[in-house]
């Protein structure tokens, strides 16, 4: 079972920074989850809301600042005072980050509220120019994003993010080609796990952050978590 550090190691560091990021990579995790938007001037940007004001000493939705806004902007000292400093990081700085690593990205793509034309374009030309694609996995909530990014990019592989239980979501994934099924953890059955693998889908549940929870993920045989706590989930595999 693959350990996907939700938002970097967002226990540990401010979340969706590259210090999450470096902390996870230097933990050795499996890869990486994080949520990205675009700024006013069109550039791919890594933030879990769609505004500001709770990550930094900012204020507003990251569409109406420019990058050159954003980037000055604090998205550290809310989190611990040690992490001041740290920014607002740009898909293209993650991706230099973890050029050297065989770390899997799960890059979730926030367009459920704002559709932010154009950024399953930009996502996908950027993790070719980083000759990446085999080992990223694009997710969202919004599935007609998903259809988007794999009608531009067929080998791409997509995670259909959903909350509540679906029927036979085995079977929808099929409907559009997503690779993955990413559910809420609470919504995992082995009867999905074993639908979707019969199938040749992936599923990598969100967010599992207690043992119990984690356990429960592992006997019924899960590719992935997504979790805040690597670290915990490391030490669960162990001694299961
Ligand atoms: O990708 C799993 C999880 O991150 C989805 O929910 O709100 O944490 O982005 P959220
Ligand atoms: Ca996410």
């Not at 994080?34 to 769609?50: A, N, P, Q, R, Y």
């Not at 019924?220 to 989930?233: E, K, M, Q, S």
Request: charged fraction near 25%; hydrophobic fraction near 40%.
């Amino acid at each position: 079972m693959k350990i996907i550090a939700h938002r970097g190691f967002s226990s540990r560091a401010p979340e969706n920074t590259l210090a999450a990021f470096g902390m996870a990579v230097e933990f050795g995790v499996d890869g990486l989850e994080f949520d990205v938007h675009l700024s006013k001037d069109g550039e791919v940007v890594i933030c879990h809301d769609e505004a500001v004001d709770r990550t930094t000493d900012g204020e507003g939705l990251i569409k109406d600042f420019t990058w050159e806004e954003l980037r000055r902007l604090d998205a550290g000292s809310w989190f611990e005072p040690r992490f001041v400093g740290e920014r607002i990081p740009r898909l293209s700085d993650l991706l230099e980050l973890v050029a050297g690593t065989r770390l899997l990205l799960n890059i979730e793509l926030k367009t459920n509220i704002f559709p932010y034309p154009g950024i399953e374009e930009k996502v996908i030309q950027m993790v070719k120019n980083f000759g990446i694609v085999n080992r990223c996995i694009i997710s969202s909530f919004n599935h007609h994003s998903l259809l988007r990014a794999i009608t531009i990019l067929p080998e791409l592989k997509t995670g259909a993010l959903y909350e509540a239980d679906l029927f036979k979501p085995w079977e929808y994934a099929e409907t559009f080609g997503a690779a993955a099924l990413h559910p809420e953890h609470h919504s995992v059955t082995p009867e999905l796990v074993r639908e979707a693998r019969h199938r040749g889908i992936m599923v990598n549940p969100w967010t599992v952050n207690e043992p119990v929870h984690m356990e429960r993920m592992i006997a019924a045989a899960v590719d992935g978590i997504i979790t805040n706590y690597p670290d915990v989930a490391k030490q669960v595999l162990q001694n299961t």
